[in-house]
């Protein structure tokens, strides 16, 4: 990923659901003013989903996704299906395509069904009105949009993919579509005022490419500037001689959560530290409920399954935190005999009531409704899940120094500890 580009994570993610062959991957293209999805009249065309990275005017960087047809067939469909319905929880908002000449189906009622259940904003499309007959084609279209209207109970806009007609009107509404809550999740912004100093430590990855941070950090220091604050970025073994040499506090210090001990050994007391993970929880998912999730580690027990999740699939380092360091400290730290499995990529498993705990990464490849539908899993088996970040301050005894920014999260991991010295006492 360049430098000058939104990260796929951080951008509105714009899915488009609906039968075969109802002109999803048309509108995509007309969308997006070019070939982006294939278009065929052979029914199943689109197989995987396919991500489309772009500018959508007047919304600014969204990902498109075309889906594969919920009612394809088969065992090869029933494979689509679950691709289309991994998609579904990483939606922010949704596009819900009739085909004007076939009407509404069972499938199209499912599929609203569906995107109603996870409270995402969806704007309804009768698409092909081109095809209508001629000399009513505007007023039957309308009123077949109103029908629908009153069925699903969100706005239905008549569209033509193939005639380019409607799909301004599309764009501006995809625009008042969008959640007010969006710009609500800052990285680090909304702990600064302009002028603030902030330091970065961030010790060079060997998982990053040659030449570039890893995005949390890229991320972290564009939210800073774009907060009129100062970011000054050194390396953990420079962090001493930087502190001395700034003039004044900074804010916050904010670190890698791999040199934690070293970071707060050289940090001041009176300075504020967290990590770069620590940030990423409460941006991406629910920190509170993160925190809560790290007191399950003090209850391991031996032979417990932990699961650790990873967006990504980056190449496997010697020193790798997942599958290295951080089953080693937690090892450590609770002398119990665990048995830890990995889970890399898109896919969120199917058994997570296998585990008594899952850590999960900082979730910089993913946007923030799939990490919360994450947590929503675990939360629905009953399963703690804790972040990289707030694990790592755990286990090396400093997370109350590591979450002290966070009022909300500091009082979340007391009411925790309360609660295990009540069952104690018990």
């Known amino acids: 990923m360049s430098l000058n580009e939104s990260p796929r994570a951080s ?5 488009v659901f609906g039968r075969r062959n109802a002109g999803k991957s048309s509108l995509i293209n007309a969308l997006a003013r070019q070939e982006v999805s294939v278009v065929s009249p052979v029914q199943g065309t689109t197989t995987d989903p396919v991500y489309k990275s772009m500018e959508l005017l007047p919304l600014g960087p969204v990902v498109l996704i075309d889906t594969a047809g919920l009612d394809d067939e088969g065992e090869l469909g029933e494979q689509r299906k679950k691709k289309t319905m991994e998609v579904l929880y990483k939606t922010d908002v949704a596009l819900l395509v009739i085909d004007a000449l076939e009407g509404v189906t069972a499938y199209d009622e499912q599929i609203a069904g569906l995107l109603k259940e996870r409270n995402i904003p969806v704007i309804g499309i009768l698409n092909k009105t081109d095809l209508l007959p001629a000399e009513n084609a505007d007023r039957d279209s309308a009123v077949q949009a ?25 764009r501006q509404a995809l625009s008042a579509a969008v959640p007010a809550e969006e710009d609500k999740f800052r990285i680090i912004g909304d702990l600064l005022s ?10 060079i990855d060997k998982a990053a490419p040659k ?23 050194t ?5 001493k001689l930087t502190l001395e040499s700034l003039g004044r506090k900074p804010r916050m210090v904010v670190t890698d959560s791999q040199v934690f001990l070293k970071a707060a050994a050289d940090t001041p007391p009176d300075v504020p530290l967290t990590s770069f993970s620590i940030l990423f929880a409460r941006h991406k998912g629910d920190l509170e409920e993160l925190v809560r999730g790290a007191r399950a580690i003090d209850r391991l027990r031996d032979g417990d399954k932990v699961l650790i999740a990873e967006p990504c699939t980056h190449h496997t380092q010697p020193d790798d935190i997942g599958s290295v360091k951080l089953p080693r400290w937690i090892r450590q730290a609770t002398g119990r005999t665990l048995e830890f499995h990995h889970a890399n990529g ?14 999960h990464c900082g979730g910089c490849m993913i946007n923030r409704r799939q990490m919360l539908w994450r947590m929503e899993q675990a939360a629905a ?3 703690p899940i804790v972040n990289y970040g707030v694990a790592i301050a755990h286990v090396q005894g400093i997370l109350e120094r590591a979450i002290s920014p966070f009022p909300l999260a500091r009082l ?9 010295r009540t069952l104690t006492d018990e």
């Open 346 to 359: 898109m896919s969120f498993p199917d058994n997570v009531q296998d585990y008594a705990l899952i850590v």
């Open 211 to 233: 030449g570039r941070l890893i995005l949390p950090q890229q991320q972290t220091i564009r939210d800073i500037l774009e907060s009129d604050a100062v970011a000054v970025v």
């Open 146 to 170: 109103d029908t629908c209207r009153e069925q699903f109970g969100f706005r239905f806009m008549p569209v033509s993919s193939a005639a380019q007609k409607g799909i301004n009107r599309l």
């Open 11 to 15: 951008r509105l993610h714009i899915a």
């Open 194 to 203: 302009p002028g603030d100093l902030v330091v970065l430590v961030t010790p």
């Open 381 to 383: 088996s009953r399963v």
């Open 235 to 239: 390396k953990e073994h420079e962090l």
């Open 412 to 420: 979340a991991w007391e009411e925790e500890c309360a609660a295990d």
